[in-house]
């Protein structure tokens, strides 16, 4: 496939990626481990929600490819492990900063809890004033 090709389909992906996400995304910077079938990784997580997160990465592994999470959520003892896979990718080179959006899968109903609650406190007005403080 043409470069112009591939690009035409990155940003056809990105406008469904948008119009597919139910709840907007909470900031949150948290270390991420990940690996695939050959690789393994850390990066940092830029932001969260009740379906996925945000990888800063300026190598992503292709679309569609199968993840296998770890990361702590702030206030939290226990590390959380979720499987995912690679939704969409940022290039380097933009405004923004390249990396994959990660679609959780599979998740257990207390790592889903554990993720939805954190959410819900960072969106509200006082976890604005706590972020900014």
């Known amino acids: 496939m043409a470069r112009s090709g591939r690009r035409a389909e990155a940003s056809a992906r990105l406008g469904a990626r948008s119009e597919r996400r139910q709840s907007p995304r ?27 997160l945000f990888i ?50 599979g998740l257990s109903l207390a790592a889903r809890a554990r993720i939805n609650e954190l959410v819900r406190r960072l969106r509200t007005p006082q976890a604005d004033v706590a972020r900014s403080a």
Do not use: K, M
């Open 56 to 105: 800063e990465t300026e190598t992503p592994p292709p679309l569609d490819t199968r993840v296998t999470l770890h990361f702590q959520l702030p206030g939290s003892e226990e590390p959380l492990f979720a499987e995912g896979r690679v939704a969409w990718c940022r290039a380097p080179g933009g405004d923004e900063p390249p990396g994959i959006g990660v679609e959780f899968e």
């Open 26 to 52: 909470a900031p949150l910077v948290v270390r991420v481990a990940y690996a695939t079938v050959d690789a393994f990784f850390t990066e940092f997580a830029q932001n969260v929600n009740e379906g996925g």
